[in-house]
């Protein structure tokens, strides 16, 4: 049995990597930190939890999880308060999966242009994006894995395979995403309020939002060469899901059928991409509450460009699901413990 902690329990991520860490048959949940809720009962913060877990929150401390004897923390904190702890983690042998951007850039001086900073450079190295269909093998190994972005998951996913086999041009492609509510985190802010959500569609962080550098990483990397993308969010009056539209330019000689043949090959044996076919697209009603990925495309020759469709519960896939994933990976186990939930429909 793995003991785990979860740094930042009280947010959204963090009560998520609860529920599901709750089903896992190999964790035991042992810590729960949380500097707001600190010596509150987790089942009197979230009444879900009521008759499922008897923790208290605890402010963090190093010495608590060494006593404890955790084998693994998910620092479920905001980005520049992972930095503050995750040295303290590594340094006492604990393994890590980050759900901050603090790790995720492996360039600092961009991760300074885009946040803020960065306090534990020297840590960013050897950290190992845990993007599983991509970077498996590294994360095997990882002391500390950077979990992706919402956004970019959703993005690199439906972009790797047509990457990967050389089917599409670099250049001018175009990444329209919507993301729900809890995608602003649990933070008291006007801009989630229910009536300045609710009722209403809209674009933010046009051409500025802090996921594209990474965005423009996975796909560079996936490539072979430098790619610079027009990324736009937008926010849905919903409470979870992201659906992500890529817009590529094909090459001359690509056909459906080598499109069909890319992601059938790139995701023939993993167990969260579910491939969309006869005509259905991903819709997030789909996806909700799981750790799937569901894709779909459509090949235009009107105007030589193919069109792929992502869905993923940004709380899940986009975060905690991922994080379990990952620590799944990290320490050999099925790599489908805890996960295997049939997503909320309707």
Known sequence: MLNVAVIGATGYTGVELVRLLLRHPQVNVVVLTSRQYANESFAQIFPSMAGQLDIVCTEFDVAELVSKQVDIAFTAVPHKTAMEVVPSLLEHDIRVVDLSADYRLRDVAVYEQWYQLHTSPELVKGAVYGLPELYRSQIGTAELVANPGCYPTSIAVAMAPLLHENLIEVEGIILDSKSGATGA???????????????????????????????????????????????????????????????????????????????????????????????????????????????????????GRIIVISAIDNLVKGASGQAIQNMNIMFGLDESAGLAVVPLFP
Not at 201 to 219: C, D, G, M, N, W
Not at 284 to 292: I, K, L
């Open 185 to 303: 985190g649990r933070s008291a802010k006007t801009s989630s309020l229910f009536c300045e959500v609710n009722e209403g569609f809209k674009a933010y962080a046009v051409s500025s939002h802090r996921h594209t550098p990474e965005i423009e990483q996975t796909l560079s990397e996936l490539s072979g060469t430098m790619v610079k993308v027009n990324f736009t969010p937008h926010l849905l009056p919903l409470n979870r899901g992201i659906l992500s539209t890529c817009y590529v330019s094909m090459k001359a000689s690509t056909t459906l059928a080598h499109v069909d043949a890319a992601f059938e090959a790139y995701y023939a044996n993993e167990p969260f991409v579910r491939l969309c076919h006869n005509g259905n697209l991903p819709n997030t009603a789909y996806v909700r509450g799981s750790n799937f990925v569901d894709l779909g495309w459509v090949v235009d020759d009107r105007t």
